[in-house]
Protein backbone atom coordinates (compact mmCIF):
# COMPACT_ATOMS: atom_id res chain seq x y z
CA UNK A 1 0.00 0.00 0.00
CA UNK A 2 3.00 2.38 0.72
CA UNK A 3 4.18 1.77 -2.95
CA UNK A 4 1.00 2.42 -4.57
CA UNK A 5 1.57 6.06 -2.79
CA UNK A 6 5.19 6.52 -4.22
CA UNK A 7 4.93 8.81 -7.42
CA UNK A 8 7.95 7.52 -8.70
CA UNK A 9 6.92 4.10 -8.33
CA UNK A 10 3.53 5.22 -10.01
CA UNK A 11 5.05 6.79 -12.47
CA UNK A 12 7.37 4.06 -13.70
CA UNK A 13 4.16 1.80 -13.39
CA UNK A 14 1.91 3.81 -15.78
CA UNK A 15 4.64 4.06 -18.33
CA UNK A 16 4.80 0.20 -18.93
CA UNK A 17 0.86 -0.52 -18.49
CA UNK A 18 -0.99 2.58 -18.75
CA UNK A 19 -4.13 0.37 -17.05
CA UNK A 20 -2.22 0.75 -13.52
CA UNK A 21 -3.39 3.85 -13.11
CA UNK A 22 -6.30 2.20 -11.65
CA UNK A 23 -4.48 1.12 -8.41
CA UNK A 24 -3.00 4.67 -7.65
CA UNK A 25 -4.49 6.26 -4.41
CA UNK A 26 -6.93 9.50 -5.83
CA UNK A 27 -3.51 12.63 -5.56
CA UNK A 28 -1.87 10.50 -8.24
CA UNK A 29 -4.94 9.76 -9.88
CA UNK A 30 -5.25 13.90 -10.41
CA UNK A 31 -0.99 14.26 -11.17
CA UNK A 32 -1.35 15.58 -14.89
CA UNK A 33 2.38 13.89 -15.48
CA UNK A 34 1.37 10.45 -14.41
CA UNK A 35 -1.75 10.71 -15.85
CA UNK A 36 -0.74 11.87 -19.43
CA UNK A 37 2.21 9.14 -19.08
CA UNK A 38 -0.93 6.77 -18.38
CA UNK A 39 -2.84 7.78 -21.43
CA UNK A 40 -0.03 7.75 -23.65
CA UNK A 41 0.81 4.13 -23.02
CA UNK A 42 -2.84 3.17 -22.98
CA UNK A 43 -5.64 5.34 -24.21
CA UNK A 44 -8.04 3.58 -22.17
CA UNK A 45 -6.26 4.35 -18.90
CA UNK A 46 -8.97 7.72 -19.19
CA UNK A 47 -11.32 6.13 -17.40
CA UNK A 48 -9.14 5.97 -14.11
CA UNK A 49 -8.07 9.61 -14.39
CA UNK A 50 -9.92 11.86 -11.64
CA UNK A 51 -12.90 13.83 -12.98
CA UNK A 52 -11.05 17.15 -12.85
CA UNK A 53 -7.92 15.73 -15.76
CA UNK A 54 -10.82 13.99 -17.80
CA UNK A 55 -11.89 17.61 -18.44
CA UNK A 56 -8.47 18.37 -19.98
CA UNK A 57 -8.23 18.89 -23.31
CA UNK A 58 -4.77 17.51 -24.10
CA UNK A 59 -5.09 14.44 -21.94
CA UNK A 60 -8.45 13.60 -23.47
CA UNK A 61 -6.51 14.15 -27.32
CA UNK A 62 -3.16 11.90 -26.05
CA UNK A 63 -5.70 9.05 -24.89
CA UNK A 64 -7.22 9.34 -28.07
CA UNK A 65 -4.20 9.83 -30.01
CA UNK A 66 -3.00 6.01 -28.25
CA UNK A 67 -6.78 4.49 -28.42
CA UNK A 68 -9.63 6.36 -30.50
CA UNK A 69 -11.95 4.44 -28.76
CA UNK A 70 -10.96 5.79 -25.54
CA UNK A 71 -13.09 8.51 -26.89
CA UNK A 72 -16.01 6.47 -24.56
CA UNK A 73 -14.40 7.83 -21.73
CA UNK A 74 -14.46 11.58 -22.61
CA UNK A 75 -16.85 14.05 -21.09
CA UNK A 76 -19.81 14.87 -23.43
CA UNK A 77 -18.47 18.71 -24.14
CA UNK A 78 -15.28 16.57 -25.58
CA UNK A 79 -17.26 13.91 -27.88
CA UNK A 80 -18.34 16.82 -29.77
CA UNK A 81 -15.11 18.63 -29.95
CA UNK A 82 -14.51 18.18 -33.79
CA UNK A 83 -9.96 17.78 -33.39
CA UNK A 84 -10.45 15.35 -30.73
CA UNK A 85 -13.30 13.25 -32.98
CA UNK A 86 -10.79 13.33 -35.93
CA UNK A 87 -8.10 12.04 -33.93
CA UNK A 88 -10.31 9.47 -32.74
CA UNK A 89 -11.32 8.07 -35.75
CA UNK A 90 -8.00 8.38 -37.20
CA UNK A 91 -6.77 6.04 -34.68
CA UNK A 92 -9.58 3.58 -34.87
CA UNK A 93 -12.33 3.95 -37.58
CA UNK A 94 -15.25 2.04 -35.10
CA UNK A 95 -14.88 5.40 -32.83
CA UNK A 96 -16.76 7.03 -35.04
CA UNK A 97 -20.20 4.68 -33.39
CA UNK A 98 -19.09 7.20 -30.21
CA UNK A 99 -19.49 10.59 -32.16
CA UNK A 100 -22.59 12.82 -32.52
CA UNK A 101 -25.10 12.61 -35.27
CA UNK A 102 -23.64 15.77 -36.34
CA UNK A 103 -20.13 14.64 -36.86
CA UNK A 104 -21.47 11.46 -38.23
CA UNK A 105 -22.59 13.72 -41.07
CA UNK A 106 -19.31 15.19 -40.92
CA UNK A 107 -17.71 14.36 -44.02
CA UNK A 108 -13.82 14.90 -43.37
CA UNK A 109 -14.80 13.18 -39.72
CA UNK A 110 -16.21 10.16 -41.27
CA UNK A 111 -14.34 9.76 -44.21
CA UNK A 112 -10.83 9.64 -42.27
CA UNK A 113 -12.66 6.76 -40.08
CA UNK A 114 -13.50 4.46 -43.15
CA UNK A 115 -9.96 5.13 -44.36
CA UNK A 116 -9.09 3.47 -41.25
CA UNK A 117 -12.04 0.88 -41.05
CA UNK A 118 -14.08 0.65 -43.90
CA UNK A 119 -16.77 -0.67 -42.02
CA UNK A 120 -17.05 1.97 -40.08
CA UNK A 121 -19.61 3.07 -42.87
CA UNK A 122 -21.89 1.58 -40.70
CA UNK A 123 -22.08 4.62 -38.23
CA UNK A 124 -21.98 7.09 -40.94
CA UNK A 125 -24.78 9.24 -42.09
CA UNK A 126 -27.66 7.96 -44.30
CA UNK A 127 -26.32 10.51 -46.37
CA UNK A 128 -22.86 9.52 -46.52
CA UNK A 129 -24.04 5.99 -47.33
CA UNK A 130 -25.48 7.44 -50.42
CA UNK A 131 -22.17 9.34 -51.61
CA UNK A 132 -20.80 7.67 -54.00
CA UNK A 133 -17.03 8.62 -53.79
CA UNK A 134 -17.38 8.45 -49.93
CA UNK A 135 -18.73 4.30 -50.48
CA UNK A 136 -15.75 3.85 -52.93
CA UNK A 137 -12.92 4.93 -50.36
CA UNK A 138 -14.80 2.68 -47.85
CA UNK A 139 -14.88 -0.58 -50.08
CA UNK A 140 -11.87 -0.20 -51.35
CA UNK A 141 -10.76 -0.30 -47.35
CA UNK A 142 -12.14 -2.83 -46.15
CA UNK A 143 -14.87 -4.58 -49.17
CA UNK A 144 -16.98 -5.38 -46.43
CA UNK A 145 -18.29 -1.75 -46.57
CA UNK A 146 -20.40 -2.49 -49.30
CA UNK A 147 -23.43 -4.22 -47.04
CA UNK A 148 -23.77 -0.73 -45.48
CA UNK A 149 -24.22 1.21 -48.57
CA UNK A 150 -27.25 2.23 -49.88
CA UNK A 151 -29.38 -0.07 -52.19
CA UNK A 152 -28.73 2.13 -55.41
CA UNK A 153 -25.03 1.91 -54.90
CA UNK A 154 -25.37 -1.76 -54.03
CA UNK A 155 -26.34 -1.83 -57.55
CA UNK A 156 -23.33 0.20 -58.56
CA UNK A 157 -20.98 -1.72 -60.82
CA UNK A 158 -17.20 0.35 -60.04
CA UNK A 159 -17.84 0.15 -56.28
CA UNK A 160 -18.93 -3.17 -56.19
CA UNK A 161 -16.17 -4.24 -58.71
CA UNK A 162 -13.70 -2.53 -55.89
CA UNK A 163 -15.51 -4.11 -53.39
CA UNK A 164 -14.80 -7.54 -54.45
CA UNK A 165 -11.47 -7.17 -55.45
CA UNK A 166 -10.70 -6.25 -51.99
CA UNK A 167 -13.06 -8.80 -50.24
CA UNK A 168 -14.46 -11.35 -52.48
CA UNK A 169 -17.42 -12.04 -50.08
CA UNK A 170 -18.46 -9.01 -50.33
CA UNK A 171 -19.66 -10.03 -53.55
CA UNK A 172 -22.58 -11.82 -51.19
CA UNK A 173 -23.98 -8.02 -50.67
CA UNK A 174 -24.44 -7.14 -54.30
CA UNK A 175 -27.73 -6.50 -56.14
CA UNK A 176 -29.06 -9.52 -57.71
CA UNK A 177 -27.93 -7.85 -61.31
CA UNK A 178 -24.53 -7.71 -60.42
CA UNK A 179 -24.15 -11.34 -59.28
CA UNK A 180 -24.85 -12.06 -62.49
CA UNK A 181 -21.78 -10.45 -64.17
CA UNK A 182 -19.13 -11.85 -65.04
CA UNK A 183 -16.50 -9.42 -64.71
CA UNK A 184 -17.32 -8.99 -61.03
CA UNK A 185 -17.86 -12.62 -60.35
CA UNK A 186 -14.53 -13.25 -61.47
CA UNK A 187 -13.03 -10.87 -59.71
CA UNK A 188 -14.61 -12.25 -56.43
CA UNK A 189 -13.70 -15.64 -56.47
CA UNK A 190 -9.97 -14.79 -57.58
CA UNK A 191 -10.03 -13.23 -54.15
CA UNK A 192 -11.94 -15.59 -52.78
CA UNK A 193 -13.09 -18.67 -54.05
CA UNK A 194 -16.09 -19.34 -51.77
CA UNK A 195 -17.42 -16.33 -53.19
CA UNK A 196 -19.03 -18.44 -55.93
CA UNK A 197 -21.79 -19.78 -53.69
CA UNK A 198 -22.84 -15.98 -54.21
CA UNK A 199 -23.10 -15.97 -57.82
CA UNK A 200 -26.03 -16.59 -60.38
CA UNK A 201 -26.53 -20.22 -60.96
CA UNK A 202 -25.70 -19.33 -64.89
CA UNK A 203 -22.25 -18.87 -63.09
CA UNK A 204 -22.19 -21.26 -61.45
CA UNK A 205 -22.27 -23.60 -65.01
CA UNK A 206 -18.96 -21.00 -66.49
CA UNK A 207 -15.86 -22.99 -67.06
CA UNK A 208 -13.42 -19.90 -66.40
CA UNK A 209 -15.13 -19.11 -63.20
CA UNK A 210 -15.64 -22.20 -61.75
CA UNK A 211 -12.02 -23.10 -62.36
CA UNK A 212 -10.37 -19.65 -60.84
CA UNK A 213 -13.19 -19.90 -58.01
CA UNK A 214 -11.10 -23.62 -57.49
CA UNK A 215 -7.72 -22.29 -57.87
CA UNK A 216 -8.55 -20.09 -55.13
CA UNK A 217 -9.88 -22.70 -52.98
CA UNK A 218 -10.38 -26.27 -53.83
CA UNK A 219 -13.17 -26.75 -51.48
CA UNK A 220 -15.19 -23.77 -54.37
CA UNK A 221 -15.92 -26.70 -56.11
CA UNK A 222 -18.81 -27.66 -53.75
CA UNK A 223 -20.71 -24.65 -54.91
CA UNK A 224 -20.22 -25.46 -58.86
CA UNK A 225 -22.81 -26.62 -61.18
CA UNK A 226 -23.31 -30.70 -60.86
CA UNK A 227 -22.07 -30.84 -64.60
CA UNK A 228 -18.84 -28.39 -63.83
CA UNK A 229 -18.23 -30.60 -60.53
CA UNK A 230 -17.70 -34.00 -62.57
CA UNK A 231 -15.00 -31.85 -65.17
CA UNK A 232 -11.92 -33.78 -64.75
CA UNK A 233 -9.84 -30.69 -65.49
CA UNK A 234 -11.44 -28.22 -62.83
CA UNK A 235 -11.45 -31.39 -60.47
CA UNK A 236 -7.37 -31.79 -60.50
CA UNK A 237 -7.10 -28.06 -59.99
Known amino acids: EELKGDRAIVL ?11 FAPGELKRDRA ?13 QYVSDELKSDYLIVLAAVQENGDALFFAPEELQRDRVIVLAAVQEDGCALQLVSKELKGDREIALAAVQNYGAALDYASEELKADRSFVLAAVQQNGYALQ ?10 EIV ?10 LFFASEGLKRDPEIVLAAVQENGTALQ ?3 EVLKRNRVIVLAA ?11 SEVLKRNRVIVLA
Open 198 to 200: FAS
Open 12 to 22: AAVQKHGAALQ
Open 161 to 170: LAAVQENGYA
Open 148 to 157: FASGELKRDR
Open 34 to 46: IVIAAVQQDGHAL
Open 214 to 224: VQNYGKALQFA
